[in-house]
C-alpha cells in the first residue's frame, strides 16, 4: 500500500515538475519576446506577462483534474466490471430433491467436461468414473492436472458437460443450493468467521450442544486435547477472524465436524498442501474412515501420495483426462504406469508401496 502511493506521489511530483517547467519557459519566452521585439508597450507586456504565469497555474490545475479523474475513472470500471459478472442460475422450486435425498454416498460421473467461462480450454475432458456409496478416493497428478477443477464441477462451480448423478439423480436437474448443501468440500484451508465455535459450527441454531460436542467427538478434536489443558477448545472458544487462531490442522477438524452435523453422504477433502502434524493427520485419517463406515463417499484430493496409498481406489488425472483408475496395488504393478512414476519420483518409494501393499492385504482379508 504504501509502496503504491509513494509511487503515485512520485509520479504526481514528476508531472508538477515537468508542467512548472513548461509554463516557466512559455513565460520566459513571452517575457524575451516581449521585451526584445519592441513592439509592445510597458503596460500591455506587464498585462501579457501576468496573464502567461495564470495561464500556466491554469494548465497544472487542469492537467491534475484529468489525472485525479482518470484515477476515478479505474474504479468505475471496476464496478462496472463486477456488475457484469456473469451470474448463476437462480435455484427453482422445480429442482428441488426429495426429502429422503441423498441415502448414499454413490457417485456416477459419464463423459464430464469442464471450463472456466464459455471461450475458455477445457480442463476437464470427457472424465467418467463411478464410485460407490462408502469408498474412499484419492485423486492425484501433477499440478495443473484438473484435481481441484474436478472437485469444482462436481458441485457446478464451473460450467460443465456431461452428466453427475449422485445418488441416482442427475445433479444438472437439482437446483444448486440443494446439490451443494448436500455435499461437503473440506478446502485446503477451511474458512472461519470470528464468533464463538458454536456460532460457526451451527450459525442458524438448528442443534443442541449435545449433538455438537458429538460431531466434535466424532471429528477427532477431543482426542488432541486434555480435560486439563487451559488452552483446550470447547464450544465457547472464541474464534479468531478467517480462523487465524487455530492452526491448519485444527480448522481441517471443524470442517470435518460441520460435515459430520450436515450428514453430507459425499466429501470431497482438498489435502492442505502445509505441513499438518502427524498426530492431527493421524485424526484427521480415523475420523474420516469412521464416516466412511457410515456410507460417506470420500473423494481426498491429494498433495502427498501418503494420504491415499491406502485409499479404495485412487485417480490419476493428467491434463484433465483420467488416465488410471483403479485399486492402488493394482495401478501399481503396471511398471510404465503414472502412479507408478509419481511413486518413483517421490523420494519415498519404499514405505508407499507397503502402505499399498498393506491396505490391499486388508481389504482381501
Ligand atoms: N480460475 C481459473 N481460471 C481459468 N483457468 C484455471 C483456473 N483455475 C485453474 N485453471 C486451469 O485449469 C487447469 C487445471 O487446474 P487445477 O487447479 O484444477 O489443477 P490441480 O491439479 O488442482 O493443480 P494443483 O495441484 O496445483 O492444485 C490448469 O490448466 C489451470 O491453469
Not at 479523474?69 to 448463476?88: A, D, K, P, T
Request: charged share 20%; net charge negative.
Amino acid at each position: 500500500m504504501s509502496r503504491a502511493f509513494y509511487n503515485l506521489n512520485s509520479e504526481n511530483r514528476w508531472v508538477f515538475i515537468r508542467t512548472d517547467s513548461l509554463a516557466a519557459l512559455f513565460s520566459a519566452s513571452l517575457g524575451a519576446y516581449l521585451v526584445y521585439s519592441g513592439s509592445a508597450t510597458a503596460s500591455d507586456t506587464g498585462f501579457s506577462l501576468s496573464m502567461a504565469v495564470g495561464f500556466s497555474s491554469y494548465i497544472l490545475y487542469a492537467v491534475r483534474m484529468f489525472n485525479e479523474f482518470e484515477v476515478s475513472g479505474n474504479s468505475l470500471e471496476r464496478i462496472q466490471q463486477y456488475m457484469e459478472i456473469e451470474q448463476e442460475e437462480k435455484p427453482t422450486e422445480n429442482g428441488v430433491p426429495p426429502a429422503y435425498w441423498p441415502a448414499s454416498g454413490d457417485l456416477k460421473v459419464e463423459k464430464l467436461s469442464a471450463r472456466y467461462s464459455s471461450d475458455g480450454p477445457r480442463v476437464l475432458e470427457n472424465v467418467s468414473f463411478e464410485v460407490k456409496s462408502g469408498e474412499r478416493v484419492g485423486i492425484v497428478g501433477r499440478t495443473g492436472s484438473g484435481k481441484s477443477s474436478l472437485t469444482l464441477a462436481l458441485l457446478r462451480c464451473i460450467l460443465t458437460e456431461g452428466r453427475v448423478y449422485y445418488d441416482g439423480l442427475p445433479t444438472d436437474q437439482i437446483n444448486l443450493d440443494a446439490l451443494r448443501s448436500s455435499v461437503t468440500i473440506i478446502p485446503q484451508v477451511p474458512e472461519l468467521l470470528s464468533g464463538t465455535l458454536r456460532q460457526n459450527l451451527d450459525p442458524f441454531g438448528q442443534y443442541d450442544d449435545a449433538v455438537l460436542n458429538d460431531a466434535l467427538r466424532s471429528a477427532g478434536l477431543f482426542s488432541l486435547q486434555n480435560d486439563s489443558d487451559e488452552s483446550r477448545i470447547t464450544l465457547d472458544s472464541q474464534i479468531a477472524s478467517g480462523g487465524s487462531n487455530l492452526s491448519v490442522g485444527q480448522r481441517q477438524i471443524l470442517a470435518l465436524a460441520r460435515a459430520i452435523l450436515r450428514q453430507s453422504k459425499l466429501l470431497i477433502l482438498d489435502e492442505a498442501t502445509s505441513a499438518i502434524d502427524y498426530a492431527t493427520d493421524a485424526v484427521i485419517q480415523a475420523s474420516l474412515r469412521r464416516e466412511m463406515v457410515r456410507g460417506v463417499t470420500v473423494l481426498t484430493v491429494a498433495h502427498r501420495l501418503q494420504t491415499v496409498m491406502d485409499a479404495d481406489k485412487i485417480m490419476v488425472l493428467d491434463a484433465g483426462r483420467i488416465v488410471e483408475f483403479g485399486k492402488p496395488t493394482e495401478l501399481l504393478e503396471n511398471k510404465n504406469g503414472m502412479l507408478r512414476a509419481l511413486v518413483e519420483e517421490s523420494g519415498d518409494k519404499a514405505s508407499l508401496l507397503a502402505m499399498a501393499a498393506g491396505h490391499g492385504a486388508q481389504s482381501s482379508v
